[in-house]
């Protein structure tokens, strides 16, 4: 990325994950017991996450001759390049030019790949490309950033007759805004209920709902362990270096950003961002939609 390319805050925190674990990949990871849960196994649980959906898309396409799919929020592009290697057409919209910059170079490192990259939104993609040109759309943790109108209009143009979408993403709860402590320390995500409700008035019909949750809640203890007794500490060190020695300016900067720096401690600092929490505030699902051709029987 050009040193004077701006870099938007959710972009900056994707980029730092990766490269603060040292991981190919940009999703949670999935738990199960016998994978002990420490900062070593973050790899090993992620590539059970990528297992877990490779799995899914080779029951989903074993019917389809010769399937394309269009890999929606493509992170680094790590899963598109195990698709690519598994012998799939595969298409990949992303709007990160930092990400993007990676997603090309995995590209120009494999052997005549069968893949467009469209560098924009969802919502932006050229219809005279892409109408009716997929069997599966993939929403691996890019679902929640899309606005629902945008996806239930812009996907049936997108995908085949009978095509589907393939979803792993957390989603809000009912309890979301109930105003009780740990309220808001977790953004992102669509209510639950009203992606339910947008399913039954789409041409969609929901052939698999299954709730992760328990599987993925895990990494936000990982994280807040890390959060409460790694960066924490090491934050306020850094804090009493700065006031004592540079006492006037630290106080006017810390002015300055305040209201930023409390929103922060709130999210990050304040005990509330837990796994207890988050299996309140969220859901995350791994849900596949149909496209149903006209005089079909719709399931839910």
Known sequence: MPDNEKMSSRELGLVLAQQILAVDDLHYGLWDPDLELSLANMAHAQQRYTDMLLQQI???????????????????????????????AVDAVNPSAELNRQVRARLAGMEHPDCTLFESDFESLPLSTCRHRYDLLLFSESFQ?????????????????????????????????????????????????????????????????????????????LLDEWLMQRLLPASRSIDRYLRGSYPWLTRFIKWLARHKLERLHYKYFSGHRSQAVFEKYKSYRLLVLRLEVPGTTRQR
């Open 58 to 88: 080779d029951a989903l396409l074993a019917d389809c001759p010769a399937p394309r799919i269009l890999d929606v929020g493509c992170g680094t592009g790590h899963i598109l390049q195990l698709m690519i290697e598994r012998g799939y």
């Open 145 to 221: 950033y899309i606005p629902l109108p945008e996806i239930f209009a812009k996907s049936p143009q997108l995908l085949k007759p009978a095509g589907q979408l393939l979803i792993c993403d957390f989603f809000k709860t009912a309890a979301h805004c109930d105003g009780a402590a740990g309220d808001r320390s977790f953004s992102g995500g669509h209510l639950l209920g009203p992606f339910y409700d947008y399913v039954s008035a789409s041409p969609f019909s929901l052939r698999h709902d299954e709730d992760l949750t328990p599987r993925i809640s895990p990494n936000i203890a």
